[in-house]
């Protein structure tokens, strides 16, 4: 089975130079404090929480160092096992964060499958994230912060193992679908019936079943893909272009989440 491994400051630096950028937006005022990227991961790394993977928001100006970026974390210690007792996921850390002022310090919790590498956010009103303005930081106040979310994970967990125990009839998982693709799309693009079958369809051993955790991680890998067909607005097809932007990924993968337990309350 795979896992996860911990990225150095090399390779850090070679993915994402904008997180060890100490230098500001120029609009800012001075009641901007900088919370610089780097100093967040060096004390998360304190904390048993370790990089594997960083995004940045494309940008073409000359301030592409100030703009938005994504690190995931990882604690080699916390691991969700499988039925068989073998790791199956790792609960995950995201960090959002910019240096031009557009937003502020944010953590949301999520979970690493390490089968298809499937990042699902997990966003409800039991557990989520937080976030620190621009205005002083302390590594006290992140143990504290990130102390908090760790105990939520007994409730997170539950929640996994409602998602594995609710059994979806064919008519449920196509609704299912026809909703997830509302959750990437909106509603200007439709999808065939021959589409729709395809996003249940299960690609390797381990997503074989009804149960809505194992739909919930088949539609939501190949939404995040893409390379299906889709109808857009004027009756032509289009191939779907794979999620790339860590924004819009996060932003579907809530709303999957929040679909995902619409079926468990049904």
């Avoid at 007792?85 to 609960?91: F, K, L």
């Avoid at 995950?92 to 979970?111: C, P, R, W, Y």
């Avoid at 589409?195 to 809505?212: P, Q, S, T, Y």
């Avoid at 924004?247 to 999957?256: A, P, R, Y």
Wanted: hydrophobic content about 40%.
């Amino acid at each position: 089975m795979k896992t996860l491994k911990a990225l150095s400051r090399e390779e850090l630096r070679s993915l994402a130079p904008s997180i060890f950028n100490h230098t500001v937006g120029s609009k800012l005022t001075d009641k901007y404090v900088h919370i610089p990227t780097d100093t967040i991961v060096d004390d998360m790394e304190a904390l048993g929480w370790f990089p594997y993977s960083v995004k940045t928001v494309k940008s073409r100006t000359k301030n592409a160092a100030t703009k938005k970026h994504l690190v995931q974390f990882f604690n080699p210690d916390i691991v969700i096992n499988d039925e068989k007792g073998e790791a199956d996921m790792y609960p995950q850390l995201l960090l959002i964060n910019s240096h031009d002022g557009s937003t502020a310090v944010k953590f949301e919790m999520g979970v690493f499958r390490l089968v298809c590498e499937n990042g699902l956010v997990i966003k409800s009103q039991d557990f989520g994230g937080f976030k620190m303005r621009h205005m002083g930081y302390s590594f006290a106040d992140l143990r504290v912060y990130i102390n908090q979310l760790v105990e939520t994970l007994p409730t997170v967990v539950a929640n996994l193992n409602k998602f594995s125990q609710v059994e979806m009839t064919p008519e449920q998982q196509y609704e299912f679908a026809l909703k997830a693709v509302e959750a990437r799309f909106g509603e200007e693009k439709q999808l065939s019936s021959d589409e729709i079958d395809n996003l249940l369809l299960a690609e390797r051993k381990e997503d074989v079943g009804n149960d809505v955790w194992r739909v919930l991680n088949r539609v939501q890998e190949k939404l995040t893909s893409g390379g299906f067909g889709y109808m857009n607005a004027r009756g032509k097809v289009r191939k779907a272009r794979a999620v790339k932007n860590f924004t819009q990924d996060i932003d579907m993968n809530t709303k999957l989440w929040a679909l995902a337990e619409e079926f468990i309350a049904a």
